[in-house]
């Protein structure tokens, strides 16, 4: 059984900085991909950025250069640092962890981000 627990949204005015972290429990594999999705009203759930557990990383084009997706893998934690927050990014953000071998995954409960005009 894997948990993933979520914290760090919350309301921001565009231009400022949020920092989003997920942290992972209980069965956890050595290979593993851990990433963050969103979803925004009326719009399908969408990858953001994703980390291997060996640091390989892809970003959505839309946050290049404004997101940094980093992790402790002594502590089982994906972090996603946001910079220059625009609007369009308000969505909720999804935490999500992959077993490729196993063709598993989990998914947090997510947390809402809000950045207002």
């Known amino acids: 059984q894997v948990q993933l627990e979520e914290s760090g949204g919350g309301l921001v005015q565009a231009g400022g900085s949020l920092r989003l972290s997920c942290a992972a429990s209980g069965n956890i594999l050595a290979i593993n991909f851990m990433g963050w999705y969103r979803q925004a009203p009326g719009k399908q759930r969408e990858l953001v950025a994703v980390?291997?557990?060996?640091?390989?990383?892809n970003y959505a084009e839309s946050v290049k250069g404004r997101f940094t997706i980093s992790r402790d893998n002594a502590k089982n934690t994906v972090y996603l640092q946001m910079n220059s927050l625009k609007p369009e990014d308000t969505a909720v953000y999804y935490c999500k962890l992959d077993f490729p071998r196993t063709l598993t995954d989990y998914w947090g409960q997510g947390t809402q981000v809000t950045v207002s005009s």
């Open positions: 980390i291997k557990s060996g640091g390989g990383t």
